[in-house]
């Protein structure tokens, strides 16, 4: 019986993969994505010199030269190294944050869609009290106060945007909570929790990877917005931020210090979206039921 049943598990996964690369920009955008994944997973691997090293000798090499693959910055360090390097802070404070987000969003807009009433309009209070401020001009002032570092950065991003997700949650929760097959799980005796988790969360599934995948470009470009402004990633840390806010008095000399890092984030942050709008696509292609 294990045989059979692992076997009907690889022919469901097939075809879902089938169906999910059937929509040419959900197609795209994984195309994108596990390349930038690959490059962050494997970016140790892949550096052809330490990101950290110096040789003011070989200072603004254009690309290629003397085997640096995107040239040299102001201090003789290789170019494709530290855009790896950046690459793998950026998509590990990027993702991290996101989770925090999803986590702390999803709980609190399952509970209010659950719990009509005082409760869902005190969530949907505190949910207004953080969007009155830009998250990003928040961060400044707790990054400014409390200092850098990952940690600090990691945990101002995940505690300051969650309400995107909690408002998606509420919306969609309460449509499900309204539908019959809730209402005949409560009336079944179903309890609160395994109607939350077993027949709600499951059909929000769609959205939040969309929601994640989208706000995933939008906190890259928070870190490396901080990182520019000095107050996100520490001084020397080889990420993107960083790199661009190094480059600015040598755009004029060597305009390869600003187009890489640049570059680099237009990339990710095109990747993400692309995975968005895909996944956002198959939903809508489900929905519709027109799926092959």
Known sequence: MRPVAQASGVSRLWDAARRALSVAELALGIALFLLVLLLALFGVALQT????????M????PFGAEGH?????????????RMLAGLQWSMACAFTANVINLFIGA??????AERPGWTRNVVRQVADIFQAFPSLVAAIVVVVVIGDGFVTLVLT?????????MR??????????SRDFVKAARLAGVSRLAVMFGHVLPGLRASLLVIFALHFAALLIAESALS????GAPLGVPT?????AESRQYVLVAPQLLLVPAGAIIFTVITMNVLGDGLAAYSRRRGRGIEP
């Open 157 to 165: 991003l995940g505690f300051l945007s969650w309400p995107i997700f």
């Open 168 to 177: 998606v949650v509420y919306a969609e929760a309460s449509s499900l909570y």
């Open 107 to 112: 709980t609190l807009g399952l509970l209010a």
């Open 58 to 61: 070989r200072r603004f090499l």
């Open 228 to 231: 520019f402004l000095g107050i």
């Open 240 to 244: 993107w931020g960083n790199s661009l």
């Open 49 to 56: 010199h330490d990101p950290m090293a110096s040789d003011l």
């Open 69 to 81: 693959l995107l040239g040299t910055d102001h201090m003789g360090r290789d170019m494709w190294s």
